[in-house]
């Protein structure tokens, strides 16, 4: 008989340990198995299977209790590596995490259905028959569109239905064909000649004895083509390449650059299917691909011979987990690298100030990319809002830029204008009393959204009926007081009423796939204005893109979290980016109510080190990161009594930790739950995880407690 070491999959489970069951056969390490836990069936992963010869009464005394058998094997083979498994463990220490939180994170969710994939895979081609038949105009076009031996796929996307009626009409006929994975194919046709700083970037990361270099190049410096250099290379050498990019910028253009120079590429990102995630894991596993460009959580891809992975953008807050486990990308990248003997490129136009401060130190070696490829920058003037609301103007689009978007319409190119805010009004508020209205479950101004004509809690995604007066006094009207995007598009067409704009923010693009074609739309230039949230501002590389437009540049200074001035000031670099990148001058238009904000101003100079300098002396002073590490614990019920003891006796075990440890602070409430927040700072992160460690596991020992998340090195503070 063999004892088998499970870890099961449970989310309300906080015990952070493996269970033991048992089995009359040997059963793979990384298998998963169906078990039987608390009454239930649960899918559990093997994390050990030993034999032993005693039988099921010898262990029942042995163990103290009578191990179940396990109910069925999933897999065939493991799921998982040793190198896997061992990040898991490593992931679960440095974010204090459980286990198999960890491990649900790092596997795609439709691994279970891995028992029916076996054997050759086939692929369905169309052949094109020849002869004299019946068509439509359109049936027609389609048909002169397909080549022979086209993918069913493939050609399915132009119509499913029109590809019928071919296939009935007898023009087309299906055929299966086992298919072949070519090896990463290499088109070097198409690659450009790097120029003579890319090539000095290209020599330096391949030849340095670092594990990491950091690319600090300008926007429109060429970075991405010298990603995709050093791939080459590094497929040349029989290693796997991984390019991470952040969550919103796997573009339709970007996917045909990286397309164009590598046949047979992996896309890894979260608009897949379980299904096409599950297929493109295999696909690395199995060796079918070498090269992965992906969001996030390609960082975990099974992948058997690291030699680089690219974190493009490296400073963008989608590289960090927002829920359990709450993992950095780069974090997981270096522990890969190490394992692989990899190396690790990060690059950026405004780097971390922790990557930088690193850099700087020669901790990282420091890479720099100063001049565009088209060496110009665009011409960038700040707009100080305070003088044209005096004047009586539209306080969305300012005269200037009114008249700077007016030309470019003229001129026939396009334009990108950037407010990081949805929705219409982002406040609704009684004209009598003055309260505002808030959402029952949040403690969150509500919105309005008038083309659905609702009120919209954008905390928590509740929507709600415009009541007709004021619930609190009773008197009418409401008011509404801000803007967002939807209303600036309005105030848009109202002064272009002949221009084409479309919105992109999270509102129009709620459908799977509709990001991608506005963007292509924008890209053909069937569109002249694009207006949207920060969705915008990432990577886009246009060159009819004369001007960029940024409305309330500064409103996301007005939070009061420790790092919104470089948040801002990303958004705001990246935003001014897009413009005049090819052959035409171009423009950037800052409406800003502080216009003197050192934010503003190095964006005005875009000048990184006057950035930061700045905010690395306030950061000195106030120990905030890079200066010191933080773990956040946010404990959240909906029993507002439990909440505040849980809190308190949390505190009660840390407080006489060797680091600074703020008392439980409230925050506000979100979807029906209050939460509070307790914050540990300190330099040494080592020593803080294992106390935070013990602290949690004992709290969790305890019954009745709230809920309690983690979050260490956080970006922003709750
Ligand atoms: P970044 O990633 O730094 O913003 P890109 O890699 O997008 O910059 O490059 C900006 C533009 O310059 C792109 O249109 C790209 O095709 C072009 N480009 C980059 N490198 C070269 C090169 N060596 N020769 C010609 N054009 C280049
Ligand atoms: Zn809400």
């Known amino acids: 008989m063999y004892l088998i070491e499970v870890y099961v999959t449970n989310a309300s489970l906080n015990v952070n340990r493996p269970f033991t069951y048992i089995y009359d056969q040997l059963i793979e390490k990384y298998c998963r198995v169906r078990v039987l836990f608390n009454r239930s069936e649960n899918t559990a992963i093997v994390s050990r299977c030993t034999y032993t010869d005693k039988n099921e009464g010898e262990l029942k005394e042995e163990l103290g209790y009578a191990p179940l ?26 974010t ?35 002869g004299d038949f019946k068509l439509t105009k359109r049936q027609r076009e389609v048909y002169e569109e397909l080549y022979e031996g086209i993918e069913a796929a493939a050609a399915r996307k132009i119509s499913v239905s029109i590809i019928r009626k071919l296939i009935e009409a007898g023009a087309i006929s299906e055929y299966e064909e086992e298919a072949v994975f070519v090896n990463s194919a290499i088109d070097q046709r198409s690659f450009k000649k790097l120029t003579a700083d890319q090539e000095r970037a290209y020599e330096q990361i391949i030849n340095t004895n670092k594990m990491v270099s950091l690319l600090f190049g300008v926007t429109g410096s060429g970075k991405t083509e010298v990603y995709l250099h050093l791939a080459r290379h590094y497929l040349e050498e029989g290693k796997d390449v991984l390019i991470l990019v952040p969550e919103i910028s796997l573009t339709p253009q970007m996917i045909e650059r990286v397309k164009e120079r590598f046949s047979d590429v992996v896309f890894y990102h979260s608009e897949l299917s379980d299904q096409e995630r599950y297929e493109q894991y295999k696909r690395v596993k199995d060796k079918e691909v070498r090269i992965v460009v992906g969001t996030r959580s390609a960082i975990f891809l099974p992948f058997s011979s690291l030699g680089l992975i690219i974190i493009d953008e490296e400073h963008d807050s989608s590289y960090k987990q927002d829920n359990v486990p709450c993992y950095h990308v780069k974090n997981v990248a270096f522990k890969r690298a190490i394992d692989h003997k990899a190396k ?49 103007e539209s ?24 407010l990081n805010r949805r929705g219409y009004s982002p406040i609704v508020r009684c004209s009598e009393c003055g309260s505002t209205l808030m959402c029952n479950d949040c403690d969150t ?7 659905e004509g609702i009120l919209k809690c954008h905390q928590c995604g509740k929507i709600y009926r415009i009541p007709d007066r004021c619930p609190k006094c009773g008197h009418k009207p409401l008011l509404f007081y801000g803007f967002g995007t939807k209303k600036a598009e309005e105030e848009l067409q109202r002064l272009f009423p002949h221009a084409s704009i479309e919105r992109m923010d999270r509102d129009s693009v709620g459908r799977k796939g509709s990001h991608q074609v506005i963007l292509k739309r924008f890209e053909n230039h069937e569109t002249d204005i694009l207006i949207g949230t920060q969705m915008i501002a990432k990577g886009l590389d246009y060159p009819d893109v004369t001007l960029v437009g940024i409305l309330n540049a500064d409103a996301g200074l007005m939070h009061q979290d420790y790092n919104s001035a470089k948040v801002t000031f990303d958004l705001l670099m990246q935003a001014s980016g897009r413009s005049g990148r090819a052959d035409h001058d171009g423009k950037v238009l800052i409406q800003a109510f502080n216009p003197d904000h050192y934010v503003i101003k190095a964006v005005l100079l875009q000048d990184y080190n006057y950035f930061y300098n700045i905010e690395m002396n306030y950061r000195n002073k106030t120990s905030y990161p890079p200066y010191s590490h933080i773990i956040e614990i946010v404990l959240s019920d909906g029993d507002p009594s439990r909440v505040r003891s849980s809190a308190d006796s949390l505190y009660d075990s840390l407080k006489d930790l060797p680091f600074k440890i703020y008392r439980p602070y409230e925050l506000g409430k979100v979807k029906k739950l209050l939460r509070y927040r307790i914050l540990i700072m300190g330099k040494d992160l080592l020593a803080m995880l294992k106390n935070t460690h013990e602290a949690i596991d004992a709290y969790i020992a305890k019954r009745n407690m709230s809920r309690v998340k983690i979050d260490v090195d956080p970006l922003y503070l709750e």
Request: with cysteine.
């Open 445 to 451: 101004p509500l919105n309005y959204h008038k083309d």
């Open 344 to 392: 690790v490129l990060l690059a950026s136009a405004t780097p971390s100030l922790e990557s930088y401060t690193r850099a700087l130190k020669g901790d990282y070696q420091l890479l720099e990319l100063k001049e565009r490829i088209n060496h110009s920058f665009p011409q960038i003037e700040v707009i100080d809002l305070n003088r044209h609301l005096r004047n009586n």
């Open 96 to 130: 204090v995490s459980p286990l198999i939180a960890c491990l649900n994170s790092m596997l795609p969710k439709a691994l279970k259905t891995s028992r029916n994939l076996s054997g050759p895979k086939m692929v369905s081609r169309f052949h094109k028959n020849e």
């Open 395 to 418: 306080y969305i689009i300012s005269k200037p830029l009114k008249n700077e978007l007016e030309k470019c319409l003229n001129e026939n190119k396009q334009a990108i204008i950037l």
């Open 69 to 94: 058998k396990i109910v069925e094997v999933i897999d065939e083979e493991p799921v998982m590596s040793d190198e896997l498994f061992n990040l898991a463990i490593w992931l679960a220490k440095t």
